[in-house]
């Protein structure tokens, strides 16, 4: 029977097939850091003798509040820490970490076909390598550690197929984005999404990560990407630079429970207005006059208001989604030479990508700019450290969620691509890199 | 096992983990005090758990958890003592945490959850998988029968380490 990429993946990792079409499935690799994984770790420890599975089949780092902000995340650190050191996990501490999503990629950890969970959402990031990966809870993620396996009911496979090809001004933001405003902000649960199509083989790995970080945001478990030329390049040039992993590809005549086709030339540059990553409009749009009144109440906007009128009061570039290299050097080539006119926060997604930018000299446009140059953290997208926004006040996010308080209490959060956000902090308000050369005046 | 409780009705579809439980509250490293922080992302969760302070059952809209992994939202429900959650659908990982930690996900009909949201008191007979609400008629649904047993017994973890042996075989044979 001709199969999914996907399917191919799973088939590969089942132990055993269990009651109400659940599986025992094989984890490759998990991923551990240190908001999620100190309970399980603990309850390991005290309950299991301190046994792993297999500590080689597992990466951990500080990332999410780096370093420690207090005595408490001071705390989950230093037990991912020392449980590391124990059992001789790979650990990758403060100065040598990143955001999990960022760095495993990056260091050639996960290669193709392989099965990766970690007890984080954006865990699906990695489906940009063609492997399985998801997230999942402390728990589960302690079961993978302790037993090398997840229990999951599996999942159906959604062919997410993007014809012709991305055009210029538009990013893999503006694609996850426009996927979740076509399947909607819950149209991916209990699916895989499998993306296919010219416009995706054209995606960077980079771009290709970015699309899958936010499948999640449809409620899908994961995205998928077959690996091609650019996956193996890519693999080639980490510092793990791993080898003998498949080609798989789905068969030509696979069946998919759910399809959808995408025309790639038609993505615009979007801005989210609402609370969930499926609420966007262009950024030469409107918010539409049948937007949810409770997100607009929320976000404090006003159906018909034109996007490129609403002020922000800071912006940040950073993220799981968009905080690699190229996503640095495309904020770079719209703050060159200008001002920000808002706090601006720019956080790399790992102290490798810090250092690229730095051998490039970006650092310099982004302070040259007004700007704060940070090290790697998750920072701010999920309200917990490096710059937290105060109650009523409005971002403008190369970050994934735009939830009611997700980047601080009462906080508002519009979602784009980091040339966007550069050219609104710039003219502090939601506003396209287009304008920026001759800046238009604020009008609603 | 029965669980019986009143309801809290959160008629809104997309309430998200954040909302349940924000990320500043993410800094132990066990699952203590989440409790006291329960729905302090919502904007009005803190005043709802006012006017219902007995419910032990929530009654929600569509695809309830959505959003960050964080097992702490069902951690927040259980420490302030919530039982269930009825809704008509649910994010995976967050249906995932709840039956792992004997907290009921109940998927039921649109039209039924916005019956019960109505509703007092809910008591459920989780073995036989029905309910019934106020005087009402009884209700079925459905669990998970592989994940139900951790809900009756715990033991989420010993299930998994039971399947090491068979895990071991499996890979040698890889």
């Not at chain 1, 069946?255 to 207005?273: C, H, K, L, N």
């Not at chain 2, 419910?55 to 259980?78: K, M, P, Y």
Request: with cysteine; aromatic share 6%.
């Amino acid at each position: 029977m001709p199969r999914s990429l996907f399917d191919k993946v799973w088939d590969a990792h089942v132990v055993e097939e269990l009651p109400g079409g659940n599986a025992l499935v094989f984890m490759d690799l998990t991923v551990a850091h240190e908001i999620t994984t100190p309970p399980g770790a603990i309850a390991i420890e005290r309950d299991f003798d301190d046994q792993l599975y297999d500590a080689r089949r597992i990466v951990s780092m500080i990332d999410h509040v780096a370093p420690a902000k207090d005595s408490a995340t001071a705390l989950q650190a230093q037990t991912v820490r020392t449980w590391s050191k124990r059992h001789q996990i790979r650990f990758h501490d403060i100065g040598d970490n990143g955001i999990c999503h960022v760095l495993v990629p990056e260091r050639g950890y996960v290669t193709p076909g392989m099965t990766v969970c970690c007890g984080d959402s954006h865990t699906c990031t990695l489906g940009a390598l063609g492997a399985f990966a998801l997230g999942i809870g402390t728990t589960a993620q302690a079961g993978a550690m302790l037993a090398g396996c997840l229990i999951l009911q599996r999942p159906k496979v959604m062919q997410v197929e993007v014809t012709g090809a991305l055009t210029a001004g538009a990013t893999a933001k503006d694609l996850a984005l426009s996927v979740i405003a076509t399947i909607g902000f819950r149209g991916g649960t209990g699916y895989v999404l499998e993306y296919s199509g010219s416009a995706i083989r054209a995606l960077t790995m980079e771009q290709r990560m970015t699309l899958c970080n936010m499948a999640i945001e449809a409620g899908a478990t994961t995205g998928i990407i077959a690996a091609d030329e650019t996956t193996a390049a890519y693999l080639a040039a980490t510092p793990a630079a791993p080898s003998g992993w498949p080609l798989q590809q789905a068969d030509p005549d696979a069946e998919y429970a759910a399809s959808v086709t995408i025309d790639g030339s038609a993505i615009r540059p979007v801005v989210s207005w609402g609370t969930n990553p499926g609420e966007c409009s262009p950024i030469d749009g409107i918010v539409p006059f049948d937007a949810p009144e409770e997100s607009l109440t929320y976000m404090d906007l006003r159906p018909g208001q034109r996007m490129s009128s609403i002020a922000v009061d800071q912006a940040f570039i950073g993220s799981c989604t968009n905080s690699r290299i190229g996503d640095l050097r495309a904020a770079a080539d719209v703050l060159r030479g200008q001002r920000v006119s808002v706090p601006t926060i720019i956080t790399p997604g790992s102290q490798a990508v810090r250092r690229q930018a730095e051998r490039e000299g970006l650092h310099d446009i982004f302070q040259d700019a007004g700007a704060l140059w940070t090290h790697s953290s998750c920072g701010p997208c999920l309200g917990m450290s490096m710059g937290v926004l105060a109650p009523g006040t409005r971002c403008i996010s190369s970050s994934n969620r735009n939830f009611p308080g997700r980047m601080g209490d009462g906080g508002r959060v519009h979602l784009a691509a980091p040339a966007v956000v550069a050219a609104s902090a710039i003219l502090g308000r939601l506003a396209s890199p287009a304008e920026i050369d001759a800046p238009a005046a604020v009008s609603a | 096992m029965i669980v019986a409780g009143y309801v809290l009705p959160i008629p809104r579809a997309n309430i998200d983990t954040d909302q349940i439980i924000p990320a500043r509250h993410l800094t132990r490293i066990d699952a203590e005090g989440m409790g006291e922080h329960l729905f302090e992302g919502m904007a009005d969760g803190v005043e709802l758990l006012a006017r219902h302070p007995e419910a032990s059952i929530v009654v929600a809209g569509e695809n309830f958890g959505c959003g960050s992994s964080r097992e702490h939202a069902a951690w927040a429900l259980l420490g302030r003592g919530f039982s269930a959650v009825i809704a008509p659908s649910f994010a995976r990982i967050f249906s995932e945490n709840a039956y792992t930690n004997a907290l009921l996900p109940i998927t039921l009909p649109h039209h039924t959850v916005e019956m019960l949201m109505a509703t007092r008191h809910i008591t459920i007979d989780v073995v036989n998988e029905t309910l019934c609400a106020d005087d009402g008629e009884q209700i079925r649904f459905a669990l998970d029968p592989l994940r139900k047993q951790f809900v009756l017994g715990g033991g989420f973890l010993n299930y998994l380490q039971a399947k090491i042996p068979a895990v071991r075989a499996w890979e040698a044979m890889r």
